[in-house]
């Protein structure tokens, strides 16, 4: 399996998020090591491609995704 960019690997979070969350925790991983071949530290979402983008959603995502390792922030 080829890695993933950073990109790719946010488009298959939003692609699970409307799936219901199906291999959530695979495309974390995945986007977790893109993060760190990129040499960042945090990724971006955008808040209007979520399902649940009210604030307890986004809450919710981050707690999440820090329970894996990875800092998630929103772009406005």
């Not at 990724?43 to 983008?53: E, I, N, R, T, W």
């Amino acid at each position: 399996m080829s890695e993933l960019t950073l990109a790719e690997a946010t488009e298959n979070i939003y692609a699970s998020l409307r799936a219901d969350n199906a291999d959530l925790d695979a495309h974390i991983a995945a986007l977790k090591a893109a993060l760190a071949r990129e040499g960042k530290k945090q990724a971006v979402f955008d808040p209007a491609k979520l399902a649940q983008s009210n604030r307890a959603g986004r809450k919710l995502m981050q707690a999440y995704f820090r329970q894996r390792g990875v800092s998630v922030s929103f772009s406005e």
